[in-house]
């Protein structure tokens, strides 16, 4: 895989470890559970983003861009990955923040990702749940230019067959490690909102002729609406990378059954997964994306999808600044006093 002529602006500490959860396995009782750290890619809290930015920073310095936009909801980590990028790369950024959940309370909208957004120095323009972001990207595009800038807008969660190429490399990344390790993994899970992760992943793996599956836990859409997705922007990604052949359906799956009732509300599910994590790992998930994806495989683990003696990993996608636009979700619950 030569993606050594696409232009890149390196963000990431890298590789990222691959670690056991030996303690989070035993309680379970079910296969062996490894964890892929990419919420430790090292960018301003880190997270997944941060992998796909190397590549559209990339692009946007090489056509000679000043300023990047981008696209998110309130606690959008892929916009402070974005505005974090922008600022070591010596970029303008300004951001589109969808208010896509309301009456989340005053930390959900002032702080975690979203205070870092504005002490990384993005500009941030507020548009309402629902608003056409394509449509927005464009207008506030077209304002930069008339202002005499020179815009480069990314798609929301990077995930243009461009920053998928990030995860290309990670599948590379995984299967170098697992080598190491004498893994045969049964799975990677991981997940899944804008696709460009597990689309880079099965691009990556279909051109190394690695057949290991991948599950992506949905944090928001229907299962054939998401699986569309991966699967288009895979072969994209594919296309770009210039891998011949098709790729393997067992690497687009994608499970819809654990992100509740929309994209940011809390389960009880995510609520248990983020604690044991925690306190069985000293791991620390969000409550959007890693925390959902978590109580997915903790679920999944529990059915007897995968055996004793088979080895599972889930990729961390990161989120961690998250959990303090959550405050009210997790405060107090730890069997202790109240002040
Ligand atoms: C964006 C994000 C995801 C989803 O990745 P996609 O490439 O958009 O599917 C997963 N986890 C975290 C923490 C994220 O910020």
Not at 20 to 28: G, Y
Not at 86 to 104: F, M, N, S, Y
Not at 140 to 149: P, Q, T
Not at 281 to 309: C, Q
Request: hydrophobic share 45%; proline share 4%; glycine share 14%.
């Amino acid at each position: 895989m030569d993606l050594a002529r696409f232009p890149r602006f390196r963000l990431c500490h890298a590789p990222t470890p691959l670690e056991p959860m030996d303690r989070l396995s035993a309680m379970l009782g079910g296969p062996r559970l490894w964890v892929k750290r990419d919420d430790c890619t090292g960018l301003a809290t880190g997270g997944n983003k941060t992998r796909k930015l190397e590549f559209l920073i990339g692009a946007a310095l090489a056509e000679g861009a000043d300023t990047v936009l981008t696209v998110g909801a309130t606690q959008s980590n892929h916009v402070r990955q974005t505005a974090a990028a922008a600022a070591k790369a010596g970029l303008a950024c300004e951001v589109l923040l969808e208010r896509r959940i309301t009456d989340a309370g005053v930390e959900y909208d002032r702080s975690g990702n979203v205070l870092l957004d504005g002490l990384l120095g993005a500009r941030i323009h507020y548009v309402p749940k629902g608003t056409d972001l394509n449509a927005a990207l464009d207008t506030l595009a077209e304002e930069i230019r008339i202002r005499g800038g020179r815009p480069y807008a990314f798609p929301a969660g990077g995930s243009s067959p461009v920053g998928a190429l990030g995860y290309a490399l990670v599948a590379a990344e995984i299967e170098a490690q697992a080598n190491d390790l004498g893994l045969r993994l049964a799975s990677i899970v991981h997940a899944t909102g804008s696709a460009g992760t597990q689309a880079g992943l099965v691009a990556g793996l279909a051109a190394n002729s690695n057949a290991t599956p991948v599950l992506g836990i949905a944090v928001g859409k229907q299962r054939d609406v998401m699986e569309g997705l991966v699967r288009d922007l895979a072969a994209a990604t594919a296309d770009l990378i210039g891998v011949r052949g098709g790729m393997d359906d067992a690497a687009t799956l994608v499970n819809a059954g654990y992100y509740g009732t929309a994209y940011g509300v809390p389960t009880p599910g995510m609520i248990e997964a983020v604690e044991l994590a925690a306190r069985q790992e000293g791991l620390l998930l969000d409550p959007v994306y890693s925390g959902k994806a978590m109580a997915g495989l903790i679920d999944l683990v529990r059915k007897g999808t995968w055996k004793a003696g088979e080895d599972v990993l889930f990729l961390h996608t990161g989120g961690i600044a998250g959990l303090f636009g959550y405050r009210s979700t997790f405060d107090g619950d730890n069997g202790g006093s109240a002040a």
